[in-house]
């Protein structure tokens, strides 16, 4: 009874020292929630201190890890072989792949800015087919009726005129470009105002013909639709005059007809017939009454070339 | 009377080995942290301090004095920059839960301790999370600390069977010394 009296005793003082160590815990935490810069600058001043101390401890169990990576990877290097080489053989599929699209993107980026007339929608197609011979400069595109395209509509890119749709499938049609030696295009030059003809001859050149004998054409000048017969729009670039022999004249046409890859059809918008275009209106302008020798009535171009 | 200077020297003072237990247990919080660098302990280090604690008040009390463990914890804030006090507190409480625990669990299997010593984890994390509840009014990522639990507790009979190895080969060492001294 006595011992245990005596044992007793002696664990107070310790008791109380628990307790006094477990309120001091506590305290410490209130301290701490209160923020203070002194327990800061004390809490960084000792991690600081003994900083070299841990990285002295870390550096054996980073070498550990370092060594369990490097078995690691000694053991799944067959397989990594063989995931790089999969891998390898995709992004050389994305390389093409992006070839194709960086490619289509630049043909694209040439309709993009294509000049539509307010009378009219633009639909993008691509050509599938070019001209296989020097016989027949006809292209054939994606889209057809489904699209709204019918016999006569424009085919255009940013640079200019392409040609026109002579046959609409359902799904695909025809552009009977303007090196054809079928295309007529009512044309009129831009500076001089004189009206022609742009005669398809199944070169790379068109002819320029139906001039008034009085036109005397500037080289390099440029040549627009001029809207007569209300097929096409006028103002729609066609090419540059290029001077021939004596009083022949020559177009180059302002579109590269055999790198066309996208073009946009200038389509009627819906519920819209032939007769409706009254884009000719735009363009037309009375010869001056003093100028009146033309056969023809000219066009002022000035809009366009605003 | 004779002054300290002149009495014999104190060969057999638990004092050094008590010191060289508390140097011991802060070398095991710079260890903790270390394996923090592990990816898979990444937030969810096994609680190896907490280990060490729980087994030297099993089995070696008078050798990890409550003030030992109070530094230990208070190391282990002051290098991790944790919230002052809430390491230290757990720490204590658990070293006096395992003191009054020892009698009953110092006869049991491994069984019986693995499974005291889960509660123990569990108090641990719970007696921090309510802390941190009332400090800043929000939980910490419960899924952290629920990994940090288990991987602690899976990992307990690895770490008790390192800390019996290196408690015998202490053992052996200084009853090497000591015979030596006495011979």
């Given at each position: 009874m006595a011992g245990r009296t005596g044992r007793m005793r002696a664990a107070q003082p310790r008791r109380f020292l628990h307790l006094i160590i477990i309120l001091l815990g506590f305290a410490l935490i209130f301290v701490g929630k209160a923020d203070m810069l002194a327990v800061r600058t004390v809490q960084t001043g000792f991690s600081a201190l003994f900083a070299p101390l841990f990285n002295v401890v870390a550096t054996p169990v980073r070498a550990v890890e370092t060594m369990f990576e490097g078995m690691r990877t000694v053991a799944s290097l067959r397989e990594e072989t063989v995931r790089l080489r999969a891998e390898n053989e995709r992004l050389k599929r994305w390389q093409r792949r992006s070839e194709i699209l960086e490619s289509e993107n630049r043909q694209l980026r040439t309709v993009l800015g294509a000049v539509i007339p307010a009378d009219r929608q633009a639909v993008t197609a691509r050509?599938?087919?070019?001209?296989?011979?020097?016989?027949s400069h006809t292209m054939m595109i994606t889209h057809g009726t489904d699209k709204r395209i019918h016999r006569g509509d424009p085919v255009v890119t940013a640079d200019g005129l392409v040609g026109y749709i002579i046959e609409a499938s359902k799904r695909h049609s025809w552009v009977l470009m303007l090196?054809?030696?079928n295309s007529r295009i009512p044309i009129l030059l831009s500076t001089s105002s004189w009206p022609g003809l742009a005669i398809g001859q199944n070169s790379d050149m068109l002819s320029l013909s139906f001039?008034?004998?009085e036109a005397v054409p500037k080289e390099n000048e440029l040549v627009l639709t001029s809207g007569h017969g209300e097929i096409l729009p006028p103002g729609l670039p066609v090419g540059r005059v290029i001077k021939g022999v004596g009083r022949e004249y020559y177009i180059q046409p302002v579109v590269d007809l055999r790198k066309v890859s996208f073009v946009s059809i200038l389509v009627r918008p819906?519920?819209?017939?032939?007769?409706?275009?009254?884009?000719?209106a735009d363009f037309f302008t009375p010869l001056p009454e003093t100028d009146n020798k033309r056969l023809l009535e000219g066009f002022s171009t000035k809009d366009v070339l605003q | 009377m004779t002054s300290p200077l002149e009495r014999p020297a104190e060969?057999?003072?638990?004092i050094p080995i008590q010191i060289l237990l508390a140097l011991f247990g802060c070398f095991l919080v710079l260890a903790e942290g270390a394996f923090a660098q592990w990816k898979v302990f990444f937030?969810?280090?096994?609680?190896l301090v907490l280990a060490y604690v729980f087994y030297m008040n099993l089995f070696f009390s008078n050798q990890l004095s409550i003030i030992a463990v109070f530094l230990i914890g208070l190391f282990s804030e002051l290098m991790f920059f944790e919230m002052l006090g809430m390491n230290a507190t757990a720490l204590v409480l658990v070293a006096l839960i395992t003191r009054w625990r020892s009698p009953v669990l110092i006869h049991s299997d491994f069984l019986e301790i693995w499974s005291a010593f889960s509660l123990i984890v569990l108090f641990f994390s719970s007696f921090k999370m309510v802390i941190y509840f009332i400090a800043y009014l929000s939980l910490p990522a419960i899924s952290d600390i629920f990994l940090q639990v288990g991987m602690t507790i899976l990992l307990f009979p690895i770490f008790y069977v390192l800390l019996v190895s290196a408690a015998s080969a202490g053992q052996f060492i200084l009853r090497t010394k000591m015979d030596s001294r006495i011979r």
């Open positions: 050509a599938i087919a070019a001209p296989g011979s020097s016989f090196s054809d030696v001039l008034p004998l819906e519920g819209q017939g032939v007769t409706e275009i009254g884009g000719f | 060969l057999s003072s638990p937030v969810a280090g096994p609680l």
